[in-house]
């Protein structure tokens, strides 16, 4: 016989759900960016503002997963009020990170101009760097409060 699952059980099963999605955006973003901007950098533009924009939903995704009314946080402070500074230090990466993506989307709408492309190479390197760590962040929160690894880099 098979145990209904738990709220707590659902939550985490949607949070791995929604870490691939952000780990495949994050793939999407990379390698549009390293792609070759030499020939058509128009192309080049609208395929990293396209992934750019894959990446901002599942932003969203994420923080409403995290932050909202019954989000991961909200659980964690319940179950583990110790990791009150942790989850603090989680909600101010998620301003910095949309700050990014805005910045990014805002660069690569004028790629054309000198340095452009490595201007929005080195945004969006910079965006991808804070977004594994701060992914890395996350998932020693929830061992920390559940002692239950949500996967890693699948």
């Known amino acids: 016989m098979e145990a209904t699952p738990t709220p707590d059980d659902m939550l985490l099963e949607e949070l791995r759900r929604q870490r691939a999605e952000l780990r495949e955006s994050m793939?999407?973003?990379?390698?549009?960016l390293a792609a070759p901007a030499n020939g058509d950098r128009g192309r080049w533009a609208q395929r990293v503002h396209a992934a750019t924009v894959e990446l901002a939903g599942d932003l969203r995704?994420?923080?409403?997963?995290?932050?909202?009314p019954d989000g991961l946080y909200r659980e964690v402070l319940e179950t583990a009020p110790r990791l009150t500074e942790s989850v603090t230090t989680l909600k101010r990466e998620h301003v910095l990170i949309r700050g990014q993506v805005d910045s990014l989307l805002e660069r690569v709408a004028a790629p054309d101009v000198e340095g452009?492309?490595?201007?929005?190479?080195?945004?969006?390197?910079?965006?991808?760097?804070?977004?594994?760590?701060?992914?890395?962040r996350g998932s020693d929160l929830v061992f920390?409060?559940?002692?239950?690894?949500?996967?890693?880099?699948t």
Do not use: F, K, P
């Open 61 to 68: 995704e994420h923080v409403e997963i995290t932050e909202g």
């Open 144 to 153: 920390e409060a559940y002692e239950l690894d949500i996967g890693g880099e």
């Open 116 to 136: 452009g492309v490595d201007r929005v190479r080195a945004l969006g390197t910079a965006l991808l760097g804070r977004l594994v760590r701060h992914r890395q």
């Open 27 to 32: 793939s999407t973003l990379e390698a549009a």
